[in-house]
């Protein structure tokens, strides 16, 4: 015969296992966080990649603006609107 202490231990057991099971933070529900994360983390890295592209470019599109008109300055003269050149002697 089971003692009314049995009885609560056992229908604690099966609430447990039912929560591991099917509640929330189960098994399946944890297994498919996971796959959510790992998918996520593929898409950041992803993005990751792309961004440090786009700023590469973007560095040489400045620097390269730079050089060209650092080079027309030098060689050619080039003077920019409201600019004053001045020209020192070597």
């Given amino acids: 015969m089971l003692r009314p202490l049995h009885l609560v231990l056992i229908a604690l ?4 296992q039912a929560q ?3 509640g929330r ?3 399946p529900d944890v297994m ?4 959510q994360l790992a998918e996520q983390k593929q898409n950041n890295a992803t ?3 792309a961004n440090d592209r786009l700023g590469a470019e973007l560095h040489d599109l400045k620097d390269g603006l730079e050089m ?5 300055r030098s060689e050619i003269g080039m ?5 004053i050149f001045v020209q020192i002697a070597k």
């Fill in 20 to 22: 591991m099971w099917f």
């Fill in 32 to 35: 498919r966080l996971r796959q």
């Fill in 47 to 49: 993005s990751q990649l």
């Fill in 13 to 16: 057991l099966l609430v447990l």
């Fill in 68 to 72: 060209v008109e650092e080079r027309a």
């Fill in 79 to 83: 003077v920019k609107p409201n600019e």
């Fill in 25 to 27: 933070g189960s098994v």
